[in-house]
Nanobody
Framework: QVQLAESGGGLVQVGGSLTLSCTAS????????MGWWRQRTRDARELIAV?????????VDSMKGRFTISREDAQNTVTLNLRIDNLQAEDTGVYYC??????????WGRGTQVTVSS
């Protein structure tokens, strides 16, 4: 059974930090790289970072510097974290995790809302 759930979002002040967590169960996740995406209001979902199966991080160029992705695997379950430092207003949005790459029609979780206030 596929399970995918994000958590850890909330209301944070500018300059603060937050760690998001994702629990993903199933071979679709445990046998693939995993990524974090962000969707800001009216924008398309954008990729932030990907962790390979051995945990090596890869960041989209525009996202380098304030984001840290990490991955832990236990049996068929992946725990994927994303730490965001020095939060800015433009970080406000809904954050999602999933295997990478994704395909049209893939299941997505509900995401976790991050709101940064000034």
């Amino acid at each position: 059974q596929v399970q995918l759930a994000e958590s850890g979002g909330g209301l944070v002040q500018v300059g603060g930090s937050l760690t998001l967590s994702c629990t993903a169960s199933g071979e679709a996740f445990s046998l693939n790289p995993m990524g974090w995406w962000r969707q800001r209001t009216r924008d398309a979902r954008e990729l932030i970072a990907v962790a390979t199966m051995n945990g090596s991080p890869n960041y989209v160029d525009s996202m380098k510097g304030r984001f840290t992705i990490s991955r832990e695997d236990a049996q068929n379950t992946v725990t994927l974290n994303l730490r965001i430092d020095n939060l800015q207003a433009e970080d406000t949005g809904v954050y999602y995790c999933n295997h990478w790459p994704t395909s049209k029609g893939d299941y997505w979780g509900r995401g976790t809302q991050v709101t940064v206030s000034s």
